[in-house]
């Protein structure tokens, strides 16, 4: 039975249900108890923003606060993959991979290839991407593609409570590793969810609106800013496709150029900075599979190629726009080549 809860909620059932189905789920991480079990119990967090508050009394030891060293717990979470255990790690920020991403780059990533395949790494590593949440240039970034960028290590990050519920609990019953990313201007985001447990298959992209006159791709909060363009073009007459990626490695590129043929317009939005993004990813995969179905150059939209600003009006200017889509939209409507 489906009831409205929150993508933090979603995060949050998804961990409790795992744990409750496999005595190997454990969830490790700065605060993911947030002291509870000790004289700090009515102070207890759950994590930055909450997201494991209340599994500690739920699961008890297996939930564990570790100390501010990512470095030890990250590393200590691919061993206890490498030797059986399904580890769900918390690196609050995306952002602070610099300090542990030999153990995720150089370890995790390539066990299985190693070791000929006799090798697994069933670890998630759930960590905040995003801007909007006035935390400054090292707590903001759209890091995602640095990870795609890596063989071996699977990068999923959903747009709703819905899929943030289905595709984690995939995520930790997958034996690779996987690099679970959550908009943190998202968590408040309510969707209708099933209360009982569900998987959504990696590489399965979703349309989020069907349209005849351009494809717009994007994934996670972008996901919401094409749908806002969409309604805003729909005015126009011009009808928009909405393809959710969901899981950007792997990635769904076959629903993406389907749409592409139909539409013969593309417009890849991404957060990440422009150089080697998901959007030129896109562009670039379309472009050479699909060249003879456009009808106009593609397009991207995405954040500068800046560090995220401190300042709100600045950094609300740094974010995709809705309007910044439908701008891009426009572009594709004039004819690649003259006549």
Not at 39 to 50: K, N, S, Y
Not at 139 to 147: A, D, E, G, K, N
Not at 305 to 326: C, G, N, R
Request: with cysteine.
């Amino acid at each position: 039975m489906a009831r409205k809860i929150s993508f933090k909620q979603a995060i949050n059932e998804a961990l409790d249900l795992e744990m409750r189905r496999d005595p190997s789920v454990i969830v490790l991480g700065e605060d993911t108890a947030g002291g509870a079990g000790a004289a700090g119990e009515r102070d207890a967090w759950g994590g930055p923003l909450g997201v494991t508050k209340g599994l500690y009394p739920k699961h008890g030891d297996r939930v564990m606060d570790t100390p501010l060293s990512e470095s030890a717990y990250i590393g200590a979470a691919i061993g206890a993959a490498a030797c059986g255990m399904r580890p769900v790690a918390e690196l609050m920020f995306l952002d602070f991979m610099g300090v542990c991403f030999d153990q995720i780059l150089n370890q995790a990533a390539k066990f299985k290839y190693m070791f000929g395949g006799k090798a697994t790494t069933p670890v998630v590593i759930r960590a905040m991407v995003g801007a909007g949440f006035r935390a400054a240039a090292q707590h903001s970034q759209m890091l995602t593609p640095i990870f795609t960028h890596v063989p071996g290590l699977k990068v999923v990050c959903p747009s709703n409570a819905y899929d943030a519920k289905g595709l984690l609990i995939q995520s930790i019953r997958d034996d690779d590793p996987v690099i679970f990313c959550e908009h943190k201007n998202l968590y408040n985001l309510e969707t209708e969810v099933p209360a009982e447990s569900y998987a959504i298959p990696f590489a399965e992209a979703y349309v989020a609106r069907e349209g005849k006159d351009v494809t717009i791709v994007g994934y996670g909060l972008m996901v919401h800013r094409a749908l806002e363009a969409a309604n805003k073009l729909a005015k126009n007459g011009i009808e928009a496709e909405v393809i959710d990626l969901r899981t950007l490695s792997p990635i769904d590129l076959d629903t993406v150029i389907e749409s592409v043929e139909s539409t013969g317009r593309l417009v890849a939005v991404d957060e990440a900075n422009p150089r080697c993004s998901i959007a030129a990813d896109i562009v670039a995969s379309v472009t050479e599979k699909a060249f003879g179905a456009l009808k106009a150059a593609p397009q991207m939209v995405t954040a500068p190629h800046t560090p995220v600003p401190f300042s709100p009006v600045l950094e609300d200017l740094y974010i995709p726009s809705a309007d910044a889509i439908v701008g891009a939209v426009s572009k594709t409507r004039k004819p690649a080549m003259a006549a």
